[in-house]
């Protein structure tokens, strides 16, 4: 019995291993991404690249009340973005109209189990 559970945790561990490894659909580009934020009538978009371990900037910011096209870009392993204090969740690949209308200081936590790392991967989402 002991040997069978043994057995199944590392399996378990395994697979979530090499899910978290797994390349994205955009693994001919392996340099860093900007983000980028761009303002206009229909809004304003920011695209969050997440890699293992970390986000490509440790702050972000956005204007009180304005919508922003928040998407994520995952270049290595699978990731989510979680707005803590907020109902905001973005997948991988996905963009999400966030408008957040309390300026203040908002963290961004990966919501995706992502290896080793993923206690520590965080930034800031400045509400001004």
């Known amino acids: 019995m002991k040997k069978w559970l043994f057995f199944a945790s590392v399996l378990c561990l395994v697979i979530v291993l090499a899910a978290c490894g797994a390349n994205s659909a955009d693994s001919g580009n392996t340099g860093d ?3 980028v934020q ?7 978009e920011l695209v ?5 371990w970390k ?11 304005e919508t922003v096209n ?12 979680q707005i803590k204090n907020t109902d905001y ?3 991988n690949g996905k963009t999400v109209a966030v408008s957040i209308s309390k300026p203040g200081e908002y963290e961004m936590i990966c919501n995706v189990p992502c290896g080793g790392g993923h206690r520590t991967m965080a930034a800031k989402l400045i509400v001004e």
Not at 70 to 81: A, E, N, R, T
């Open 89 to 91: 969740a973005i997948a």
């Open 33 to 35: 991404k900007e983000a």
């Open 48 to 52: 969050i690249t997440a890699s293992n």
């Open 55 to 65: 986000f490509n900037q440790a702050e972000y910011k956005i204007k009180a009340g």
């Open 70 to 81: 928040v998407k994520l870009d995952s270049i290595d392993g699978i990731h989510g973005v």
């Open 38 to 44: 761009t303002g206009g009538a229909a809004g304003s």
